[in-house]
């Protein structure tokens, strides 16, 4: 707070018209606490939860974690070859070359609304096949 009242007070252009400094001081600090009183609560900052240890992540590199990503790998290769062709294609296309579904369309020559239904097939298969 001290840092934004020295901030105000460095910024104030016109000193020449103040008369009690030590008071103008003071409604530079009222000012401060009630801009960020009205900050806090416009932005809820109480609803948050405050920063800790508890939110640092997790060890990326550590032999269990990397022996869960291989597996769940596996498991969502393993679900992308039992799809049938034309919706492991459409599927790949899209969420991993990022093409959109109208692109896909016109490459496949299909509609769009087929390749969203090959789409929604496919993340059916593949969520059940990683939740198993």
């Known amino acids: ?22 008071a103008y001081i003071y409604q530079v600090a009222r000012s401060v606490v009630t801009d960020q009183r009205r900050r806090s609560s ?17 060890d990326e590199h550590c032999p269990e974690r990397v ?8 498991r969502a290769m393993q679900a ?17 070359e990022q093409m959109p579904c109208a692109a896909i369309a016109a ?3 299909i509609s ?6 090959h789409i929604m097939r496919a993340m059916r298969h593949m969520a059940a096949a990683l939740a198993a």
Do not use: Y
């Open 1 to 22: 707070m001290m840092q934004d009242v020295a901030l105000r007070l460095h910024l104030c252009r016109r000193t020449d018209g103040i008369e009690n400094g030590r």
């Open 42 to 58: 416009c932005r809820q900052r109480d609803r948050h939860d405050p920063w800790s240890t508890t939110h640092e992540p997790v």
């Open 67 to 74: 022996l869960e990503g291989k597996q769940e790998l596996e």
């Open 80 to 96: 992308l070859h039992e799809l049938p062709e034309r919706t492991a294609q459409v599927f790949t296309l899209h969420r991993i």
């Open 107 to 109: 490459r496949m020559e």
């Open 112 to 117: 769009v609304s087929a390749v969203e239904k």
